[in-house]
């Protein structure tokens, strides 16, 4: 039903694009160039193939695992509307992740081998859901400030050359802006609510600017991916343009709010570019490869909705399984 088989992620290679076929690499990139959209049974590099499995499969472990910080705080919502809309919220969050596996599927990657790459810990997913949401402003911060990052990704990426992706994020960035604004609506009650509340929020913020700062990758000097992912078209801003965008956008929003910035070295130099404290970066690769304060627990959270939800699986594929019309 999808494009052709899916490449082994280990096979070792001199150049990226070694081996391939160079009149239908030259094609293939010419059609890049125009704008034109890759669907799953174009020919593709095998690189190509490659780093949009990895793409988009850590993207959507990182809407499965997401829902998790967040989904801890529905019981625990201040107010019925708010317990409601962070139902539908994170309920979306699942659903995008759905889209994109069903993205990745097309590529040749069976579903059961991404989720057994998510629960072994093969694969990665973004790292701010290693952390955990201890108050109800944590969550808040969340639905504000990682969607917006998600945001500015997704919008930028939604523009990218590989048809089924794209289609993906236009679908999911217009959900995500729904949970934008309820973060921000969030937030906004918190910082011009009680003493406590504020300080609560604040104390939220300053929990969550390092793994924001992460949140859009290594810096460009270190980014391993970037250069051919902007060259196909894949990513279609770097780690710092998109880290940049974030800081234009919502410094002026979380300074109008009566918040602070945990960086002191944070402010926009002549070239009108952020300055910012370099992130630590050896924290970032600790927490994506697995020792981050949440990763055990994440992953153990997967592992048992797997087991759990393995006979409603074989249910559903059995052979020979009747249905039961329900009477009216
Ligand atoms: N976390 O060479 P680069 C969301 C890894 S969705 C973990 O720069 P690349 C919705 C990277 O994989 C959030 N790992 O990589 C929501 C690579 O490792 P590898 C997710 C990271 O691909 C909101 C290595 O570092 N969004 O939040 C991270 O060119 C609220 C080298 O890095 C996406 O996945 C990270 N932050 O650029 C849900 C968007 N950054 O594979 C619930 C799609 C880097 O070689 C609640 N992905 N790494 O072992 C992308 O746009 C890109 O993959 C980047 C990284 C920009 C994330």
Redesign the pocket.
């Known amino acids: 039903m999808y494009g052709n088989a899916y490449i082994d992620p280990n096979e070792k290679s001199n150049s990226i694009t070694d081996g391939e076929d160079i009149q239908k690499l030259n094609a293939f990139e010419s059609r890049i160039s125009n704008g034109e959209k890759i669907e799953p049974k174009d020919w593709m590099p095998k690189e190509y193939r490659k780093q949009l499995v ?2 988009i499969e ?2 959507a472990h ?2 499965i695992i ?2 998790l910080p ?1 989904g801890t705080w529905i019981t625990r919502a201040p107010g019925f509307r708010r317990k409601l809309a962070l139902m539908a919220k994170v309920q979306d ?1 699942v659903g ?1 992740a759905q889209l994109l596996y069903s993205a990745a599927e097309t590529l040749g990657k069976s579903r059961e081998a991404m989720i057994n790459d998510l629960i072994t810990g093969k694969s ?6 290693n952390y955990p949401a201890y108050t109800w402003a944590d969550a808040c911060i ?2 504000w400030l ?2 917006a ?2 945001i500015i ?2 919008v930028a ?1 939604a523009k990218g050359s590989y048809g089924p992706y794209c289609r993906a994020l236009d679908r999911i960035c217009v959900e ?1 802006s729904f ?1 934008l604004k309820y973060g921000h609506d969030n937030v906004v009650t918190l910082a011009t609510g009680s003493k406590i509340q504020r300080e609560m929020v604040q104390a939220a913020l300053n929990r969550w600017w390092p793994p924001i700062m ?5 810096s460009d000097k270190i ?4 250069e051919i ?1 902007m060259k196909w078209k894949v ?1 279609m801003a770097t ?1 710092d343009d ?1 880290r940049q965008q974030f800081l234009n956008m919502y410094v002026p929003k979380i300074w109008d709010l009566g918040l602070t910035v945990p960086d002191s070295k944070l402010m926009k130099n002549n070239e009108n570019k952020w300055e910012y404290t370099e992130p630590d970066w050896d924290e970032f690769k600790r927490v ?1 490869n697995g020792g981050g304060p949440c990763n055990a627990e994440r992953l153990a959270v997967r592992r048992n909705a797997e087991e759990r939800g393995r006979w409603v699986r074989q249910a559903l594929l059995a052979k020979d399984s009747k249905y039961l019309i329900p009477l009216a």
Do not use: W
């Open positions: 990895r793409m850590q993207h990182s809407e997401g829902a967040e969050e995008h990665k997913y973004s790292n701010v859901f969340i639905a990682i969607d990052g998600a990704n997704q990426n995500e949970h992460h949140f859009f990758g290594p980014s391993l991916h970037t992912l990513k780690n998109m994506i």
